[in-house]
């Protein structure tokens, strides 16, 4: 999955419909290389699991929005509204 999620044209989703007790592990995976991640359900075997794949999701969020702010033209764009 790690080498799957690393491919360069691969930039949009990844869909997760690996057997069940493979999808934390694969989701969190695709999230902490900064993709969006579509998981079939159930989305985890155990509360716990869906819980650390929610902090990898927000982690993501975080991750994207301050890579967008380094770029030149969305600062630009910004500082005009």
């Not at 999955?1 to 869909?15: A, E, I, K, S, T």
């Not at 057997?19 to 995976?29: D, I, K, N, T, Y």
């Not at 999230?31 to 990898?56: Q, W």
């Amino acid at each position: 999955m790690g080498d799957l999620c690393r491919q360069p044209g691969l930039d949009v989703v990844v869909y997760v419909p690996t057997p069940r007790q493979f999808h934390a592990e694969h989701a969190q995976l695709a999230m902490n290389l900064g993709k969006h991640v579509l998981v079939e359900k159930p989305m985890a075997l155990s509360l716990e699991e869906c819980r650390t794949m929610v902090v990898a999701a927000r982690l993501a969020i975080l991750r994207s929005a301050r890579e967008r702010r380094e770029i030149p033209l969305t600062n630009q764009i910004a500082l005009r509204t």
